[in-house]
């Protein structure tokens, strides 16, 4: 008897949504692109579904899931880091750390 051990895991970032914040939702555009996520991971091996708790993640994911019944596991870690509480044109350049 052989048992395959191998396993594939899939990091998908969210389809397109309307802002950053943690209730943004999907666009319209951002919910068909889940569908076809969902066309595209329906007829592969999919034993868990884990989600940061943002809605546009979630709602990213959410249409596989049903499709599979699968229950979407909300995983706090996969949080987004809060830049900061106003928007930043420049968010990029403040990423870079300085020079040593």
Sequence with gaps: ???????????????????????????????EQAEKLSDFFYNKKVDHIISS?????????????????LEIQIDNRLSECLLSSMPMSDWLDKLHSPEE
């Design 53 to 69: 708790p943002f809605l546009r993640a979630i709602q990213t994911i959410q249409p596989l899931a049903n499709r599979l019944n």
């Design 1 to 31: 008897m052989s048992i395959n051990l191998n396993k594939n895991i899939y990091i998908i970032r969210h389809c397109e949504a309307e802002g950053q914040s943690e209730d943004a939702p999907l666009t319209v555009k951002g919910l």
